[in-house]
């Protein structure tokens, strides 16, 4: 499974969870499988509603993590069949070590 975690900066596991999923620069794709991950960083390929979305999808991700994602951005992934999670973990190297923690994210953005 391929896990996509949204970040602040490039830290490597070390980064900060990112809090505004639309614009974000960096991603960290985890494999599950290999425990192997690298660093996306996310150029928009194009002006528009939920392109961090689209190249997740393109990526082929299996799940994403966040800690706040507008209704729109997870409607798309949800119906590409990417599972949207969620958990207290702030740090990259937090959310990989408690996978199997991580919740369904319910929610929409908390700042409009």
Known sequence: MLVAIPLEENRDLESDVAEH???VRFFLIYDTESKAHRIIDFVK???GV???????VELGVDAVYVLGMGYRARCMLEEAGVVVLTGPYRRAKDVVENLD???RFEG????H
């Open 45 to 47: 390929r194009e002006e």
């Open 50 to 56: 939920c392109a961090p979305a689209v190249v997740l």
């Open 21 to 23: 999923f639309g614009r």
């Open 108 to 111: 929409g953005c908390s700042h």
């Open 101 to 103: 923690r991580l919740e």
